[in-house]
């Protein structure tokens, strides 16, 4: 998202479980400025990736 700074601005989404529903599901905005499109989107991805890592090995600690 460009904001009116001419900055942008990233968020991720995060599902909690493969089954989740539409509803369930938390966004999360990166407070970060960027300066163009391409770094929020990189620094998006990287961050979701990491979130969905952490999600998955406490879902195996909680279930194993």
């Known amino acids: 998202m460009k904001t009116p700074k001419g900055v942008f601005k990233a968020a991720y989404i995060v ?35 990491k979130h969905a890592v952490w999600l ?3 879902r195996t600690e909680r279930i194993g």
Do not use: H, N, T
């Open 15 to 49: 599902e909690p479980a493969a089954y989740a529903g539409p509803k369930d599901f938390v966004m999360i905005s990166l407070l970060d400025d960027f300066d163009d499109e391409r770094s929020a989107v990189d620094a998006a991805m990287g961050r979701g990736v």
């Open 56 to 58: 998955d090995a406490a």
